[in-house]
């Protein structure tokens, strides 16, 4: 696997929210949306066996040059037939790509492993005070990081605005994933973490 070279966004930013819940003995992982590729190697270095699925052929080709290792695969995560479960199941900035929140978060629970962790990160709208109030701290923070570390673009499909909003996909998720763990996030993110039992 070749040396990834060093890039910000405010995807790759919240990568560690990913990593840091991986489990102990975990060995597989799969990669939701995974748009370049960059989540994907990410979780290589911390799991042997990793898959990353996206539905954009295009993006998918430029994530295959990120590295070798990796199963990649050209398909939609609601249909494919995996016929396995990961001990890890993660998304970041895909989920409102969906078009059914409920439908997926039930679909990346199945193929959450038992002891395993479904973890993401993603986009909705603000509706509320507390939301724009993060947005703007979001504001400030992707221009301070930004001049810091240089803005690197994806080359992956954007969805603007997101069909949901925050308190719409925190009410769905803890309707269909019991004890899953909702937070907002600065820039312009939410995470949502689960673990099945």
């Not at 998304?91 to 962790?117: C, K, N, Q, W, Y």
Request: aromatic content about 10%; proline content about 7%; overall charge negative.
């Amino acid at each position: 696997m070749k040396e990834p070279l060093r890039r910000w966004n405010h995807n790759i930013h919240y990568h560690s929210v990913v990593l840091d819940v991986v489990p102990d003995g975990a060995r597989s992982a799969l990669d939701v949306g995974t748009g370049d590729g960059l989540l994907a190697v990410d979780l290589r270095a911390a799991v042997e066996d990793v898959v990353a699925i996206d539905v954009d052929e295009d993006v998918l080709e430029s994530a295959q040059r990120e590295a070798d290792d990796v199963e990649w695969i050209h398909g939609d995560v609601m249909d494919y037939p995996f016929a396995r479960t990961f001990d890890v199941v993660a998304s970041i900035a895909t989920f409102h790509h969906l078009p059914d929140p409920r439908a997926a978060f039930g679909r990346l629970a199945e193929l959450t492993a038992p002891g395993g962790v479904l973890v993401i990160v993603g986009l909705a709208r603000p509706s509320t005070p507390l939301d724009y109030g993060y947005a703007a701290v979001g504001s400030v923070q992707h221009r301070w990081s930004s001049w810091r570390y240089g803005y690197w673009e994806h080359s992956a499909p954007i969805l603007l605005p997101p069909p949901q909003t925050y308190s719409q996909v925190a009410e769905t998720a803890r309707e269909v994933l019991p004890g899953a763990r909702w937070r907002r996030l600065p820039l312009f993110r939410y995470a949502v973490t689960w673990h099945r039992r």
